[in-house]
């Protein structure tokens, strides 16, 4: 059993930078892979960014290749993955989701791939 927890979501303004955390618990394997996903207003879940657990390789979205980087932490086994969101835009506001697949099979952009999730982090980015 995984746990999720995020947070770091708020209000800011065009152009701002703001860096979201999702805390990791429960059995975490090497070739895990972590996930976050957004979700617009009046929208379908997005893939955001994701993160191989133990290679670190990384996967963007479009939309947000070039302005937001996904990192993990391992500390004294507390798990964290962060990401890192500079420039944003008024198009990036959404609840933001950290999602965790704990099947291997690398990375992967579908939602249905994830296996647990966390209750997400509202980012509003005004114009």
């Known amino acids: 059993q995984v746990q999720l927890v995020e947070s770091g979501g708020r209000l800011v303004q065009a152009g701002d930078s703001l860096r979201l955390s999702c805390v990791v618990s429960?059995?975490?394997?090497?070739?895990?892979?972590m996930g976050w996903f957004r979700r617009a207003p009046g929208k379908e879940r997005e893939f955001v960014a994701g993160?191989?657990?133990?290679?670190?390789?990384?996967?963007?979205s479009d939309s947000v290749k070039g302005r937001f980087t996904i990192s993990r932490l391992n500390i004294w086994n507390l798990n964290t993955v962060y990401l890192q969101m500079n420039n944003l835009k008024p198009e990036d506001t959404a609840v933001y989701y950290c999602?965790?697949?704990?099947?291997?099979?690398?990375?992967?952009?579908?939602?249905?791939?994830?296996?647990?999730w966390g209750q997400g982090t509202q980012v509003t980015v005004s114009s």
């Open positions: 999602a965790a697949n704990a099947r291997g099979g690398g990375l992967s952009s579908a939602d249905s791939a994830y296996d647990y």
């Open positions: 429960g059995r975490t394997r090497s070739n895990d892979a």
């Open positions: 993160i191989l657990w133990s290679s670190q390789i990384t996967q963007y």
